[in-house]
């Protein structure tokens, strides 16, 4: 058995706990031991999530004018909070993805949903609200072609594995564009040299953007930025909404 003090400790010393997230010892407290364990993993106290999106552009929307206006969009969205992710550009779709806390993703997802003028379609293929680091250090942007000659037909049973195939690999390349530099950002020119194999491709974006099997942006809001409505069982069975009959 093993046994943990509760004693109180005085504000001053649960402040200075609370900043440098100590390492646990036999005098710290369960909120302590739980701080300690998150700093050394890297975890942030902040709950952090991630979100991964394919789409199509209007006719007539260019892709200089669309890689503007994400850039204003996650700014903007950046109130709530600091947002990292990669937006790709391909020639028939687009893919992106963004890292950062709860509120300021959704202020982006609904930034986006309002701009559905400028879109064809937008799918939500991947979301996590709770995620143990970031793989992006900065927010980044670029336009490319990625030919890999990959489509393949995809069935209901096949879906998964395209969709996790193409968010972690959108995931892989946050090492490869490091803080978002254009030196950077022009590492992805250079795809076939170091994500020959997980390189999201212009086949398999477009691919997803056109199955009805993934849900659309408005659908997946609909359920995601819903206020959570709680009842507890007493409101159900107390009072009784109208007389008993004996």
Same mark, same amino acid.
């Given at each position: 058995?093993?046994?943990?003090?509760?004693?109180?400790?005085?504000?001053?010393?649960?402040?200075?706990?609370?900043?440098?997230?100590?390492?646990?010892?036999?005098?710290?407290?369960?909120?302590?031991?739980?701080?300690?364990?998150?700093?050394?993993?890297?975890?942030?106290?902040?709950?952090?999530?991630?979100?991964?999106?394919?789409?199509?552009?209007?006719?007539?929307?260019?892709?200089?004018?669309?890689?503007?206006?994400?850039?204003?969009?996650?700014?903007?969205? @950046? %109130?709530?909070?600091?947002?990292?992710?990669?937006?790709?550009? !391909? /020639? &028939?779709?687009?893919?992106? #993805?963004?890292? *950062?806390?709860?509120?300021?993703?959704?202020?982006?997802?609904?930034?986006?949903?309002?701009?559905?003028?400028?879109?064809?379609?937008?799918?939500?293929?991947?979301?996590?609200?709770?995620?143990?680091?970031?793989?992006?250090?900065?927010?980044?942007?670029?336009?490319?072609?990625? @030919? %890999?000659?990959?489509?393949?037909?995809?069935?209901?049973?096949? !879906? /998964? &594995?395209?969709?996790?195939? #193409?968010?972690? *690999?959108?995931?892989?390349?946050?090492?490869?564009?490091?803080?978002?530099?254009?030196?950077?950002?022009?590492?992805?020119?250079?795809?076939?040299?170091?994500?020959?194999?997980?390189?999201?491709?212009?086949?398999?974006?477009?691919?997803?953007?056109?199955?009805?099997?993934?849900?659309?942006?408005?659908?997946?809001?609909?359920?995601?930025?819903?206020?959570?409505?709680?009842?507890?069982?007493?409101?159900?069975?107390?009072?009784?909404?109208?007389?008993?009959?004996?």
């Amino acid at each position: 058995h093993c046994s943990m003090s509760t004693a109180p400790r005085s504000p001053a010393s649960q402040q200075s706990g609370l900043a440098s997230s100590p390492t646990p010892g036999e005098d710290d407290n369960l909120l302590d031991a739980v701080l300690a364990r998150m700093a050394e993993s890297g975890k942030s106290q902040e709950t952090v999530g991630r979100v991964c999106l394919v789409g199509r552009l209007a006719e007539g929307s260019g892709a200089v004018a669309f890689k503007e206006w994400t850039a204003a969009a996650v700014n903007e969205a @950046q %109130r709530a909070g600091e947002l990292t992710g990669l937006l790709m550009i !391909l /020639p &028939a779709a687009w893919i992106l #993805t963004v890292e *950062g806390p709860l509120p300021a993703i959704t202020a982006l997802l609904r930034a986006i949903a309002q701009g559905d003028a400028m879109f064809n379609a937008i799918k939500v293929i991947a979301s996590t609200e709770d995620v143990s680091r970031r793989y992006f250090q900065a927010w980044g942007a670029k336009q490319l072609s990625v @030919q %890999r000659n990959n489509f393949a037909e995809v069935d209901a049973s096949g !879906l /998964p &594995a395209l969709i996790a195939d #193409t968010s972690i *690999g959108m995931l892989k390349l946050g090492p490869v564009v490091g803080r978002m530099g254009n030196s950077d950002l022009a590492r992805l020119d250079n795809w076939s040299d170091h994500s020959a194999e997980s390189m999201p491709s212009n086949e398999r974006v477009a691919q997803l953007v056109d199955l009805d099997e993934v849900p659309d942006l408005s659908a997946f809001l609909s359920i995601y930025d819903a206020p959570v409505d709680i009842v507890m069982q007493s409101d159900r069975v107390w009072p009784p909404e109208g007389p008993m009959v004996y």
